[in-house]
């Protein structure tokens, strides 16, 4: 399914309610000087998708004007995660050409249902970038069982696209089963944008600027021996990677810079725990095979 979309909306006040019952639980407005480590955890070194070539530090993180800044920078730079006595490929590469930054919520704050988290955001434009803001599910399994939920992933080949993305495991098992849904803006970096996920006990939803993109049912997620990964906490992460999935980058093009104005978690009936749940977090994903203009659309 694809969806066009108009203008985005402007920042406001953080409400504290919003119609259909959505009490605020849990929000970062980046009004500080640097990441608030109460409620944000740095991800560092190279950790994910192997095609990638960038490194994540925590000096491309930065709180400045009222943003959380996400800098992407081509630079040599030390994998603080290299060493050449553990066999990972993590661990096997001592530098990479490029700096960026990621955060995430894993270990500080899970989101609960129902929930509806809430960021607005402005992706950089340069060739090779792939931001993304998604969430991991935390429970027994590993991914893709565990279940992700890419609210948007944008690569710099296609400016005018955003992917929004369901995953879970088919029958509960590690092979990838995803709903894709794109929505299409001219130009995705011109300006900011509200992006939604929003969940309940029946329905999980995407909306961008306050349009449904995209939706599934809870229980297309059951799994056979009675669980369902939709049904668990998750955590998110907000990072931009560098080629993997996108286009090679040209290192001319940077630094360049994804901008997060805030994020905010809405929840309903009892206040929530501002704390993260006891489970141990899923594994990161595994490497994304690399996919360039031709990836096919569902």
Known sequence: MMALLAAPLSATDTPETLPGGWRLDWAD?????????????????VI??????????????KVRGGKLILLSKAHETKNSNYNPAKDHWTHQR?????????????????????????????????????????????????????????????????????????????????REHKVIRTTRIPDYSKDFHTYVLEWDEEVMRILIDDA???RVRIEEANYPDGNNPLRTPCYLIM?????????????????????IDYVRYYTKGEKASAGAADEEPAEPRPARKKKKKNRRKK
């Open 212 to 214: 449904e993109v995209g």
């Open 48 to 61: 994910r998708n192997q095609d990638a070539v960038q490194t994540y530090t925590k000096d491309c993180v």
């Open 29 to 45: 407005e980046f009004d500080g000087s640097k990441l608030n480590t109460k409620k944000w955890q740095h991800e560092l070194g």
């Open 94 to 174: 001592k530098t990479m050409p490029y700096a960026s930054g990621s955060v995430t919520t894993r270990g500080v704050k899970h989101f609960e249902c129902p929930g509806r988290l809430e960021i607005r955001a402005k992706v950089p434009r340069a060739k090779g970038v792939w931001p993304a803001l998604w969430t991991m599910h935390v429970n027994q399994y590993g991914w893709p069982a565990n279940g992700e939920i890419d609210i948007l992933e944008h690569i710099s080949q296609e400016p005018e696209t955003c992917y929004s993305i369901f995953r879970w495991g088919a029958n509960g098992s590690n």
């Open 239 to 259: 990072n931009t990677a560098i080629d993997g999935w996108a286009e090679a980058p040209d290192a001319s093009q940077y630094p360049v810079q994804f901008e």
